[in-house]
């Protein structure tokens, strides 16, 4: 079936770095576009950034733009966020999603998130 | 602060009909992008409830809709259920931000 899988979350002190991973599995991981959401302890949820099927076109949210990179592997099936100068305002569970709709273009990679992973937690404190 | 407005809590009896709204601009639901709907379970990872406006994807009771207007949309949930308590959050395309953008999200209750 359709899996995402995040890693790499944990405890970091501000101004450090934290890369995080999105494995996937049961479908052709190279036609979808990828987002990062994240969502902050009792808060809701903020749209993070998101890359193209072959990583040629990416958004970022004004909040993480400049830190953060979005990147993906398409022969290892896994997506990535580098994350730089974290701050406590980082701190948040981050969900991985696919665009629920395969891209027939670079450019389409907006639209709704299904599925999503679980969540990796990531808490910036010193 | 989020520019898709949500009431934060709503709540219904067992067997009654609630609606949630989420309110946008111009720039988002105005300009005539999609509007979607995610339920998030305590403790759980979101789950796509409505796509486009008005779309069940498989799976979801037909008791969920959605429908949109003008700058605004909403989900409506009849025949309330225990199990229907949860978070429900509005997303949809912001052409100013160049970027998706989330509701801040609504909590059900079920009294």
């Known amino acids: 079936q359709v899996q995402l899988v995040e890693s790499g979350g944990g405890v970091v002190q501000p101004g450090r770095s934290l890369r995080l991973s999105c494995a996937a599995s049961?479908?052709?991981?190279?036609?979808?576009?990828l987002h990062w959401v994240r969502q902050a302890p009792g808060k809701g949820l903020e749209w993070v950034a998101v890359l193209s099927y072959d990583g040629s076109i990416e958004y970022y949210a004004d909040s993480v733009k400049g830190r953060f990179t979005i990147s993906r592997d398409n022969s290892k099936n896994t997506l990535f966020l580098q994350m730089n100068s974290l701050t406590v305002e980082d701190t948040a569970v981050y969900y991985c999603a696919r665009r629920a709709s395969s891209s027939s273009t670079p450019s389409q990679v907006f639209g709704c998130f299904d599925p999503w992973g679980q969540g990796t937690l990531v808490s910036v404190s010193s | 602060q989020s520019a898709l407005t949500q009431p934060p809590s709503v709540s219904g009896a067992p067997g009654q009909r609630v609606t949630i709204s989420c309110t946008g601009s111009s720039s988002n639901i105005g300009a005539g992008f999609d509007v979607h709907w995610y339920q998030q379970l305590p403790g759980t990872a979101p789950k796509l409830l409505i796509y486009t406006n008005n779309y069940r994807p498989s799976g979801v009771p037909d008791r969920f809709s959605g429908s949109k207007s003008g700058t605004s949309a909403s989900l409506a949930i009849t025949g309330l259920q225990a199990e229907d308590e949860a978070d429900y959050y509005c997303?949809?395309?912001?052409?100013?931000?160049?970027?998706?953008?989330f509701g801040g999200g609504t909590k059900l209750t079920v009294l």
């Open positions: 997303q949809a395309y912001d052409s100013s931000l160049s970027g998706s953008m």
């Open positions: 049961g479908f052709t991981f190279n036609t979808y576009a």
